[in-house]
């Protein structure tokens, strides 16, 4: 299979067939962001003989060795979505050339590739399998979203995402804790929530913010223009979301970077996980929480 770099997928991605058809990100430029370091390039695109190449060894692999079938696919690059609506329908193509089965395809995508596409080529791509986008909307905080450089404001979040609804398109977000800084974590959290009660994301997944000094956000903390959260504010800002979500949706922490791997539905388990939360913020000291922070070297 062609696999450039470390791979990144959603954790509920982890029976997916992974699929490369892009590596790194059209963007960027996040000041939090080095998930793409590695990679001697920003963007690349596979070639359609490479993508047929790795569907062909997957075929085979999950006939002979694993006997089972898959049915979905999760396209891997920080934005395959970016891809032109033919270039989707291509690949689309292929992957129901050697899996008929093949229910679902999906992929992390920008708020911004959402926008380049119309209303009919995004119905259109539904129609060949897209579904289950995983976006990083990160906060609906818009002074956040303007200093980490995301390229996109909370009016765009829910202008594409309410066309991805039209279209039959299901997403799920990636939240970011902490990206409002020291002090705002909470009121951050809160107007997110807001954001996210008029959508219908299938799930709201916190990630939390770890700054890494090869990153544009360390020299912005060095130079004193931005404050990191204490670890104790970005879990009342976790609860601050929670607490403020009122849509049907289901709520995960989960991955390296939270100390507390977290997966509930909400509202059902709305008061069970505030308590967690609770015990968490009451019972949990700073130096803990600072010290599993200084563990994670990598996400
Ligand atoms: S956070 Fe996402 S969009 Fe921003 S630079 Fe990183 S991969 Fe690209």
């Known amino acids: 299979m062609h696999y450039t770099g470390t791979i990144w997928r959603p954790p509920y991605e982890a029976s997916s067939l992974l699929l490369e058809v892009t590596a790194g990100c059209t963007h960027h430029r996040c000041k939090f962001c080095t998930l793409y370091a590695d990679l001697p390039f920003a963007f690349f695109m596979s070639p359609l003989k490479d993508i047929e190449a790795d569907l062909k060894e997957a075929m085979g692999m999950y006939r002979h060795v694993y006997k089972k079938t ?7 690059g920080a934005n395959p979505f970016v891809l032109k609506p033919q270039r989707l329908t291509e690949i689309a193509g292929l992957i129901h050339k050697y899996f008929p089965k093949m229910e679902t395809i999906g992929c992390f995508a920008r708020i911004t590739d959402i926008a380049l596409k119309s209303d009919e080529e995004l119905t259109a791509l539904h129609k060949a399998g897209y579904d289950g986008l995983t976006i990083g909307m990160e906060t609906a905080d818009d002074t956040a979203l303007r200093f980490m ?3 996109y404001s909370s009016a765009d979040i829910i202008e594409q995402c309410t066309r991805l609804e039209h279209a039959g398109i299901r997403y799920s977000f990636f ?3 902490g990206i409002s800084g020291a002090g705002h974590g909470e009121e951050g959290a809160r107007v997110t ?38 670890e104790k504010e970005k879990y009342r800002e976790v609860r601050a979301l929670v607490e403020n979500l009122t849509i049907p949706t289901v709520f995960a922490a989960m991955g390296a ?7 509930a539905r909400l509202p059902e388990d709305k008061e069970k996980l505030l ?8 019972n949990v000291g700073e130096d803990e929480l600072q010290r599993y922070r200084k563990s994670v070297h990598h996400l």
């Open 70 to 76: 898959v049915a979905r696919t999760f396209l891997t």
């Open 149 to 151: 450089d995301k390229g």
């Open 175 to 177: 939240y970011l804790t």
């Open 193 to 230: 929530a807001a954001l996210c009660n008029g959508l219908r994301p299938v799930l709201i997944g916190a990630n939390m913010l770890t700054v890494y000094p090869d990153s544009r956000l360390y020299g912005e903390i060095q130079k004193g223009s931005w404050e990191e959260e204490s």
């Open 257 to 263: 970077s939270n100390a507390f791997q977290i997966q």
């Open 275 to 282: 308590k967690l939360l609770d015990d968490i913020i009451g």
